[in-house]
């Protein structure tokens, strides 16, 4: 019971910190697409 609660729990770290990389990813592309337009986001 506790391991299965265990693999829960890391999932939900799991999906958050894919969530908040995703999150930076953006900001950063944004920025440096605001310091580069030539650059394109996603790239």
């Known amino acids: 019971f ?3 609660h265990l693999k829960h729990a890391g999932n939900g ?3 958050a910190i ?3 990389n ?3 990813l953006q900001e950063c592309n ?3 697409a605001g310091m ?3 650059v394109k ?3």
Do not use: Q
């Open 30 to 32: 944004a920025a440096s």
């Open 13 to 15: 770290l799991d999906s």
């Open 41 to 43: 986001a996603g790239v």
């Open 18 to 20: 894919k969530r908040l």
């Open 36 to 38: 580069k337009p030539d």
């Open 2 to 4: 506790l391991r299965e």
């Open 22 to 24: 995703e999150l930076c």
